[in-house]
Structures are given as structure tokens and as C-alpha cells.
């Protein structure tokens, strides 16, 4: 069974740093495209990075590119999403992601399997 859990969430403020993890089980990690998405209330849930099986290919989505940083440790079976600078409108439930396909540029339907999620609070 596969398990992929978050941590690393809390409340910053406005400029801050936080640096999220996931720990994932039951799967071939090292196999597996990685991906963080996010969910503020009353929006869609949407991409923010993904990163390819050996970590060597990274995609951001454009409101956090400069800022975040995706990466992984396969020997840890965990990936990492470091925050930088953050934003009130960065606060969101962060939810990491696994995907069968080699494309780094995730959308939900491409997701075969996610993370309970974190919480993430900016304020201003």
C-alpha cells in the first residue's frame, strides 16, 4: 500500500522560508515522477513543481518559479520543496504527488497517487 506523507507546514510570515517533505512507502520511488500542488480555499487545487524520477529535471509553475525549489533524495525515499520568500498568497493546503509518467509538467488527472497534504499560512 502506498503511503506518501507531508510535512514541514505551519504559519510564517510575509518573507519567510519553510521547507516542506515528503516521505512516501509502498512504491518504487526512485521510478516515480515527483510533484507538489496546492489548494487555497474556495480554489482549484494547482501545480507548483514537479521534478523527474532522478531529479535531474525540475518544472515550476510561474507564480512560485525564482522562489521554491523542488528536489529529492531517492536513497530517502523523500522529496523536499524548499520556500522561499513567501507570499500571503502562498497559503495553501500542500499536497505532494506521485505520477507513472515522465513528463515533470503534472496536472491532476496525470497523478496516481498523493499525500494527505500540509498546511502552509502567510502572513502579512
Known amino acids: 500500500q502506498v503511503h506518501m506523507v507531508e510535512s514541514g507546514g505551519g504559519l510564517v510570515q510575509a518573507g519567510g522560508s519553510l521547507k516542506l517533505s515528503c516521505e512516501a512507502s509502498g512504491l518504487s520511488f526512485s521510478t516515480y515522477t515527483m510533484g507538489w500542488f496546492r489548494q487555497a480555499p474556495g480554489k482549484e487545487r494547482e501545480f507548483v513543481a514537479g521534478?523527474?524520477?532522478?531529479?535531474?529535471?525540475?518544472y515550476y509553475a510561474d507564480s512560485v518559479k525564482g522562489r521554491f525549489t523542488i528536489s529529492r533524495d531517492n536513497a530517502k525515499y523523500t522529496m523536499y520543496l524548499q520556500m522561499n520568500s513567501l507570499k500571503p498568497e502562498d497559503t495553501a493546503v500542500y499536497s505532494c504527488a506521485a505520477s507513472f509518467r515522465r513528463t515533470v509538467i503534472l496536472s491532476t488527472s496525470l497523478v496516481n497517487y498523493w499525500g494527505q497534504g500540509t498546511q502552509v499560512t502567510v502572513s502579512s
Open positions: 521534478i523527474n524520477y532522478s531529479g535531474d529535471i525540475t
